[in-house]
């Protein structure tokens, strides 16, 4: 798979003026945390992410897109600066490309191919996560109802971010819908279907309070294993609380509260998402905001309550 999508940007590319090709946006997302989970008896410990997405413009025909990010699994892009609970300690830090791929627009028409992000927009609470990868390919249709997308290939080797060493096994396929006919809301459905396990999702999302910059949404959403009858789901206000205050202080405060359950025997899929912690019962709260004016630094802070108390604390720095 890898070897085919490299021979195929290479011999599209060439077929342009290399003078018209341009880097169209590069930037680097640099954040540090302090993690510590079941007051310390668990994890306690200093990390860091490195992210570097890119954007490459081929003659204005389509796009090549990419991370590179650091991480060792699907789920996570951290890596252990120094453990507090061990005195010396050899920590790698390793950048893989995770996501690698082609990219053509035709109007409201939308064709990927090679590594892919694991989700076509917005993240989700029960979607895949917004770390990982697809390798294979993705169609996706705005109509005046909604959004339609298929998406087919490869979610393997979840431990092994480096695009260059995956290898690919054909064991995923996606149908989804998310439609926007309802005021101030969005309903999405889907069916997904991961190492031969058949999944349904859904969620809907709707803005209580939906101003230029204010917002007080409320979501629930929950995932499906049809064949173990197991489920995940959740339910989550976000909002910008500032913003009541003065719209301009909006980008200062994001919040978020998560209430989750997830089934022990949910599989793979359930646990291959942005905001899964533990199987039970877990309530997260979340609040990110910026520092400067303009978003170049910023801060964030998690708690999860649940039987293994977790919290963490961070900075986030933007360059562009």
Known sequence: MRNIFLLLIILTALRFDISAQKIEKISMIWETRYDIIDFGAEQNRIQASLRIPFQIDIAGAFNINGLTSTGSSFQSRWETLKDLKKKEENRKFNLNLRQFYLEKKIDDFRVQ????????????????????WMDGLRLDQKTGIGTFEVAAGSINEINNPNFFDRVFVANFFEFEFTGTFIPNSIIEFSYEKLLFVDYLRGE?????????????EFAVE??????????SFGFTVTTAPLAFFDEDLAKYMDLKVYFNHTDNNIGLRGILTDDFYKFGNSVTIEAKGTITPRKAVGWFFESYISDIPRFLVGLRFDIE
């Not at 809907?204 to 007080?216: A, P, S």
């Not at 929950?222 to 489920?231: D, R």
Request: positive net charge.
């Open 113 to 132: 191919f090679g590594a892919l992000p694991a989700i076509k927009g917005s993240v989700s609470s029960t979607g895949l996560g917004s770390n990982g």
């Open 204 to 216: 809907y999302r709707y803005d209580l309070i939906k101003g230029n910059k204010t917002h007080l």
């Open 222 to 231: 929950g995932l499906y294993n049809t064949q173990k009858e197991s489920m």
